[in-house]
């Protein structure tokens, strides 16, 4: 089992680029998962969905982040214009459960370090 | 709303000795209780959940945790700590009501010296 899959493992960029990170969860998972972890705020809740669907994203700060699940195997998050107070790392998990059963456990893949200068 | 507390930032502890990494939450009826592990530059990784049932829960590698709904606590421990414990450790607590997000504490930075 390869696990949770993110790219890139790092990412540098200037203010005002575009910036899109990249998920592959474990085959077979019904949930998905971004976080933002920075010292300051620990480790936010950005947006899950469940089976493709967004469920829940009352955690991305603002219009100038995206999410998308097209199919059971991917998602991306997408920054745009991207902004030095976006520097942290982002990960993506999975759950094998749908997003009702709350005891499931969420897997955690490496994360993406990202900073923009 | 769900909340967790880890009230140290951290926590040292000799190789050998016992060691506890504290927790308390607060949420609306019966929690889910969880406590992840974070190594440098990785994911977290799952240790142990508390869902119901025996208060005292065991994880992967001899860790445990137990649930106290009386003082709302959540602590890790473990009876002999390991140099390679030393880790960033999060508690995370949801309700069992509805929808609700997994909501992560702070973390508590382990140190276990030789």
């Known amino acids: 089992d390869a696990g949770v899959i993110q790219s890139p493992r790092h990412e540098v960029t200037e203010m005002g680029q575009e910036v899109t990170l990249r998920c592959k969860p474990i085959s077979g998972h019904n949930s998905l998962f971004w976080y933002r972890q920075t010292m300051m705020r620990g480790l936010e809740l950005l947006i899950y969905f469940n089976n493709n669907v967004p469920i829940d994203d009352s955690g991305m700060p603002e219009d100038r982040f995206s999410a998308k699940m097209p199919n059971a195997s991917f998602s991306t998050l997408k920054i745009q214009p991207s902004e030095p107070r976006d520097s942290a790392v982002y990960f993506c998990?999975?759950?094998?459960?749908?997003?009702?059963?709350?005891?499931?456990?969420?897997?955690f893949g490496p994360g993406t370090r990202l900073l923009v200068l | 709303a769900q909340s967790v507390a880890q009230p140290e930032d951290q926590v040292n502890v000799a190789e050998g000795n016992p060691l506890t990494v504290k927790c308390t939450y607060s949420?609306?009826?019966?929690?889910?209780l969880f406590w992840y592990v974070q190594y440098p530059n990785r994911g977290l990784q799952f240790l142990l959940k508390y869902i119901t049932g025996d208060n005292l829960v065991k994880g992967s590698y001899g860790f445990e945790a137990e649930f106290n709904k009386s003082q709302t606590s959540f602590h890790l421990k473990k009876p002999s700590a390991l140099v390679s414990d030393s880790a960033l450790y999060f508690c995370a607590v949801r309700g069992v009501i509805g929808f609700q997000k997994l909501v992560f504490g702070t973390g508590t930075r382990l140190l276990v010296s030789p």
């Open positions: 998990a999975s759950s094998p459960g749908l997003a009702g059963v709350l005891q499931e456990t969420q897997y």
């Open positions: 949420v609306s009826g019966n929690p889910y």
